[in-house]
Antibody, heavy 120, light 113 residues
Framework: QVQLVQSGAEVKKPGASVKVSCKAS????????ISWVRQAPGQGLEWMGWISAYNGNTNYAQKLQGRVTMTTDTSTSTAYMELRSLRSDDTAVYYC?????????????WGQGTTVTVSS | DIVMTQSPDSLAVSLGERATINCKSS????????????LAWYQQKPGQPPKLLIY???TRESGVPDRFSGSGSGTDFTLTISSLQAEDVAVYYC?????????FGPGTKVDIK
């Protein structure tokens, strides 16, 4: 079955970086893109950005430009999201989700989420 | 960025009754060249990731019960649950993908009255 499996929970100090992985299975990885969405505790959904697994094109949310990098490894069907210079307000559940290959549209398959806690 | 708003923030509906959620975008998400509205709806239950319900404003995702329907065009959209079931208790989000930067609405919580 189509699924996205994310890496485990992380605890980081302010100023550190975190890299979350998202392994896809059950579909042709390079025919789709991956969006990353985060959700702070008790809050709504925030789109962070998108990467095409077909050609590596990316599009990031303006507020995260310069701090976030999304990559893919097509040999292992895995997407990665790295967030740098972490702050306390980056504490959230981070989701990867399957998206379209050419541009972000709707997200039809979601990972289970990765909790990232930023605390001194 | 296109700003999405939703109303109400929350609502409580009796089992079997209709639930209506509104979503408004700060600019039109209707793409004139294909006459499609670039809007999706998601359902999120506590402790779970979101689940896609509807895309293109009114196309139901495979496997989604037909009591869920989407309507609207331009800047104003509606998600309707025609006969609320206990398993529909959740937060519902709209999302625009007209812009290359997707944005979500703040969510509407649906409970049983």
């Amino acid at each position: 079955q189509v699924q996205l499996v994310q890496s485990g929970a992380e605890v980081k100090k302010p100023g550190a970086s975190v890299k979350v992985s998202c392994k896809a299975s059950g579909y042709t990885f390079t025919s789709y893109g991956i969006s990353w969405v985060r959700q702070a505790p008790g809050q709504g959904l925030e789109w962070m950005g998108w990467i095409s697994a077909y050609n590596g094109n990316t599009n990031y949310a303006q507020k995260l430009q310069g701090r976030v990098t999304m990559t893919t490894d097509t040999s292992t069907s895995t997407a990665y999201m790295e967030l740098r210079s972490l702050r306390s307000d980056d504490t959230a559940v981070y989701y990867c989700a399957r998206d379209k290959s050419t541009v972000t549209k709707w997200m039809d398959v979601w990972g289970q989420g990765t909790t990232v806690t930023v605390s001194s | 960025d296109i700003v999405m708003t939703q109303s109400p923030d929350s609502l409580a509906v009796s089992l079997g009754e209709r639930a209506t959620i509104n979503c408004k975008s700060s600019q039109s998400v209707l793409y004139s060249s294909n006459n499609k509205n670039y809007l999706a709806w998601y359902q999120q239950k506590p402790g779970q990731p979101p689940k896609l319900l509807i895309y293109w404003a009114s196309t139901r995702e495979s496997g989604v019960p037909d009591r869920f329907s989407g309507s609207g065009s331009g800047t104003d959209f509606t998600l309707t649950i025609s006969s609320l079931q206990a398993e529909d208790v959740a937060v519902y989000y709209c999302q625009q993908y007209y812009s290359t930067a997707a944005t979500f609405g703040p969510g509407t919580k649906v409970d049983i009255k």
